[in-house]
């Protein structure tokens, strides 16, 4: 069994910054990629930011050059900082980690609310 447990959200101002974190534990086995996506109210759920194993990270076009995702493979930790907020970034972000060698398994946290107040 695997977890992911997320925190750092929370209500921040428009262009206030915040830091989400999510720590995975459990049967970990090989992890091949960690990411954020999140959902808003009346939307379908998106990409924010994915960083692989080997370090490559692909962003939404609508936080590149406002958030940075990097891992701490020690901590099998990914964290996301996040600058400039928008009130449009306000959602739900949830933590995903795919994990796995010849067959891979996608894993979601519990989720962690994001407000940005305008």
């Known amino acids: 069994q695997v977890q992911l447990v997320e925190s750092g959200g929370g209500l921040v101002q428009a262009g206030g910054s915040l830091r989400l974190s999510c720590a995975a534990s459990?049967?970990?086995?090989?992890?091949?990629?960690m990411g954020w996506y999140r959902q808003a109210p009346g939307k379908q759920r998106e990409l924010v930011a994915l960083?692989?194993?080997?370090?490559?990270?692909n962003y939404a076009n609508s936080v590149k050059g406002r958030f940075t995702i990097s891992r701490d493979n020690a901590k099998n930790t990914v964290y996301l900082q996040m600058n400039s907020l928008k009130p449009e970034d306000t959602a739900v972000y949830s933590c995903?980690?795919?994990?796995?060698?010849?067959?891979?398994?996608?894993?979601w946290g519990q989720g962690t609310q994001v407000t940005v107040s305008s």
């Open positions: 995903y980690a795919n994990m796995g060698w010849s067959v891979h398994y996608d894993y």
């Open positions: 960083i692989t194993s080997g370090g490559s990270t």
């Open positions: 459990g049967s970990i086995g090989r992890i091949n990629s």
